[in-house]
Nanobody
């Protein structure tokens, strides 16, 4: 059983930064393409960013480009999301997820999900 555990969320002011982490256990981390999603109150869950298994190729939703950076450390079985210049609209629960293929923006293709970590940005 593959288990994903996010951490690093919190309450911050607009313009601040946060770095989310997602530790993966129960499998071979480097075999999984990884992604971050978020769900704001009253909204559907949406894709944020994805990263390839080995080469670390990165993919971003338009709103994330230039402010967010996804990365992974295969030696530590950990996925990261660096978020800079946070805005109130970034308030959401952030989830990490793992998939076998590389269809990063497709939520149904992700097989395993974390429980989420809350990010709240106040103006």
């Amino acid at each position: 059983q593959v288990v994903l555990v996010e951490s690093g969320g919190g309450s911050v002011q607009a313009g601040d930064s946060l770095k989310l982490s997602c530790v993966v256990s129960g499998g071979t981390f480097s075999r999984w393409a990884m992604g971050w999603f978020r769900q704001a109150p009253g909204a559907e869950r949406e894709f944020v960013a994805g990263v390839g298994r080995i080469d670390g190729s990165e993919y971003y939703a338009n709103f994330a480009k230039g402010r967010y950076t996804i990365s992974r450390d295969n030696a530590k079985d950990t996925l990261y999301l660096q978020m800079n210049n946070l805005k109130p609209d970034d308030t959401a629960v952030y989830y990490c997820a793992a998939q076998r293929i590389s269809n990063y923006g497709s939520e149904p293709d992700y097989k395993y999900w974390g429980q989420g970590t809350q990010v709240t940005v106040s103006s």
